[in-house]
């Protein structure tokens, strides 16, 4: 393993070639151009806002604007998620050409594909950061968690990214399966609503090693709390565990992919 | 560096043919229903296949290593197994340096970047690094000829601008071996020199080089040894003359079930023209190609190939059904198929061999073939020599006496004749 993992930083150009080509094409082809990286977290986003003033509605309370905040801060790291897995499922099927025909380590699709993702995170970023001056939701010390949650995500989508596209490479069905999860996977996740809601089931739902994360978002900025370090901590080897597991599985399957695909 | 660029060490490859689960929703109900009750799996259809059986072989720097054979000889897996794009399935190689492989050169192209971006995305797929193609950026862009279009997004090129520009890149790539396969057939003339000039180059840098085609005259012009492969086992080996003589001499790869027992035979090719004429044609005109099969068994994702081989038997066209866009057919037992092709005769005087072979490309299956179905001779009016007739025609010529400064105008055309004269009077 550690050669291959020498083998991969000694294409790190390429990896960061593949990932500009994969974000150029993006804002190329769509006329919105950067607004695209905005629109998913936006819909999310209003999504949540409508989730919200349902409960406030029912509870016979008004909407917060810790509620809104916290429904946003939460929603562009679920957006993220989404896209680097979408992303990287179809990586390896759509650059079919390159995978059949030219030797290089295979994992730089799926990893390119997060990037690009992640980029796509930061323009949106910018956007949140903009939007929440705006409410105004203040400062607090509790913030600097978020680039560690944010780094626990990323693993965690690196890890499922490569599973899922050397799955899909193998059973064409796998992307259809993957994009039902990705659809559905928001209700059992806590973006529009908090883990508190659930008071003593939380742990159910705090199983979904995404959701301490996205929780933690919500408490460190939205908040100004700390996350909820225990199950941090299970998320954190959850995403070790999946990012392992994932680059051996990808590995593994990797000397059959061009007879395969 | 060592004496030896290329070490191929006793090396097989096997590929399974026959069913293959490519969605889970198929996987799923065939695992449960193997639970239940045995399948049937035809004999042919579970049995492994070797695409290279002991191939064995070196190249030192400085080399050039010609690789010919018929379609489905395992020439193209030898160099994916080289390249390491697939994994033998037993024996060694070694290869010393740099590797870089004119396969297929577009391959990291992206439709939607401009032909600068391109450089820049194919040049890192292919190893180089983001400095070095700066470097030779400016060079690449001279080699393609493309100087004009460059900041063009690639979708818009022709294939031969798509093609040059692929391989401008691939051939500044400075590589310690060099993988060619067939892909000086792309290109005008020019560029094929250029080509043929960069692989010069190459060669005299000290790299080895691997060259895989189908047409003899470069392979003969090329290499200094060469390997014939038939059925992925090596039959010759030796200098580049003698090998290519024995694969011209060798009648043709036979059928790898025998024709009257086989689970389906080509029962009949007939070939003809529109008055009836089997075997005189004259260039330009249409033949017609009849073919008939007869299944015994079940016949899944069947296509007939057609091809001509000119009179020193090498191939100069094919085509098949599946490629013309009809797809493949299945056959059940007892049924008969018939198609026809239709063929332009752009061809100049000479016998030709029109040729009928059956073959299932995914399970690399030979059923049957008829080589040569027929014998033509094909006659024009005497302007032609090679192999293809363009039809040509002179349509200006002139010669500027050094004497008397005048210009003499002959055409066959009048039309041009006509204008050439009164340009001399205005």
């Avoid at chain 2, 010919?68 to 060694?92: E, F, W």
């Avoid at chain 2, 950026?137 to 798509?162: C, H, N, W």
């Avoid at chain 2, 009928?356 to 027929?374: F, G, H």
Wanted: aromatic content about 10%; proline content about 4%; charged content about 20%.
């Amino acid at each position: 393993m550690k050669e291959e993992l020498h083998e991969l930083y000694k294409y790190r150009g390429l990896l960061y070639m593949i990932a500009y080509r994969d974000i150029k094409v993006r804002y190329k082809q769509s006329i919105m151009g950067f607004l695209w990286a905005i629109l998913m977290p936006v819909l999310i986003v209003l999504s949540g806002v409508v989730v919200r003033f349902a409960y406030a509605m029912a509870a016979h309370t008004s909407l917060q604007t810790a509620d809104i905040a916290s429904v946003a801060v939460k929603s562009l790291p679920w957006a993220f998620l989404v896209s680097s897995i979408r992303f990287s499922c179809l990586s390896l099927i759509n650059n079919k050409e390159l995978v059949t025909k030219i030797y290089f380590p295979k994992e730089i699709f799926p990893i390119a594909a997060i990037l690009a993702s992640f980029f796509d995170l930061l323009v949106a970023s910018g956007a949140l950061a903009l939007f929440l001056l705006a409410l105004p939701i203040g400062w607090s010390l509790y913030m600097v968690w978020a680039p560690a949650l944010l780094l626990t995500l990323v693993l965690l989508a690196t890890g499922i990214g490569m599973i899922v596209a050397a799955a899909s490479l193998y059973f064409r069905d796998v992307k259809f399966i993957v994009e039902v999860f990705l659809t559905f996977g928001i209700f059992f996740t806590p973006v529009f609503y908090e883990v508190s809601l659930f008071g003593e089931k939380a742990k159910w739902l705090l199983l979904n090693p995404v959701s301490p994360i996205l929780d933690g978002f919500g408490a460190c900025i939205a908040r100004h709390q700390s996350p909820n370090l225990p199950w941090l901590t299970y998320s954190v080897i959850s995403a070790l565990v999946l990012l392992i597991g994932g680059y051996v599985f990808f590995k593994h399957l990797e000397p059959g992919f061009a007879e395969s695909i | 560096m060592s004496d030896v660029a290329i070490r191929m060490e006793h090396v097989y490859k096997k590929f399974r043919k026959g069913e293959v689960y490519n969605s889970l929703r198929d996987l799923l109900p065939a695992l449960t229903g193997r639970m239940f009750q045995q399948e049937e799996l035809s004999e042919t259809d579970r049995r492994e296949f070797w695409a290279l059986q002991d191939l064995s072989f070196e190249v030192k720097p400085g080399e050039c290593l010609g690789i010919i054979g018929h379609n489905g000889a395992g020439k193209s897996t030898a160099l994916k197994i080289l390249s390491r794009i697939m994994k033998p399935t037993k024996g060694r190689m070694l290869v010393n340096g740099r590797l870089s492989a004119l396969i297929e050169v577009t391959a990291g192209f992206h439709q939607d970047l401009t032909g600068r971006e391109n450089i820049f995305l194919n040049g890192t797929i292919l190893g180089m690094s983001k400095r070095e193609i700066e470097s030779k950026l400016d060079q690449m862009i001279a080699f393609s000829g493309l100087e004009e279009f460059i900041d063009t997004p690639v979708k818009r090129y022709s294939s031969g601008m798509f093609a040059r520009l692929g391989f401008s890149v691939a051939a500044h790539v400075d590589p310690d071996v060099l993988i060619v396969d067939e892909v000086l057939s792309v290109g005008d003339h020019v560029f094929q020199q250029k080509c043929i000039e960069r692989m010069r180059e190459v060669l005299r840098s000290g790299a080895a080089v691997l060259f895989v085609s189908h047409n003899m005259k470069t392979v003969a012009e090329f290499c200094h040894r060469c390997l014939l492969l038939d059925k992925g086992k090596t039959v010759n080996q030796g200098p580049a003359e003698k090998v290519i003589a024995t694969y011209l001499q060798k009648p043709s790869m036979q059928p790898a079930v025998d024709s009257n027992t086989g689970p389906v035979r080509i029962s009949s090719v007939r070939v003809r023209n529109e008055t009836g004429e089997s075997i005189r044609f004259e260039s330009g005109q249409k033949m017609w190609v009849d073919v008939e099969l007869a299944a015994h068994t079940r016949c899944p994702r069947m296509s007939v190939t057609m091809y001509l081989l000119d009179q020193n038997l090498v191939e100069i066209f094919e085509t098949s059904t599946d490629r013309l866009g009809h797809g493949t057919f299945d056959l059940e037992p007892g049924d008969t198929y018939r198609c026809t092709f239709e063929l332009h005769l752009n061809l100049a005087d000479g016998t030709y061999f029109p040729s009928v072979l059956l073959y299932r490309y995914d399970i690399q299956t030979l059923y049957d073939q008829c080589e040569p179905a027929a014998t033509i001779y094909v006659s024009s009016d005497g302007g032609a020599r090679g192999i293809v007739h363009c039809f040509p025609r002179v349509i200006h010529q002139e010669i500027c006496r050094a004497a008397d400064a005048r210009l003499a105008g002959i055409a066959k055309d009048p039309a041009s004749l006509r204008r050439f004269d009164s340009e001399e009077c205005a």
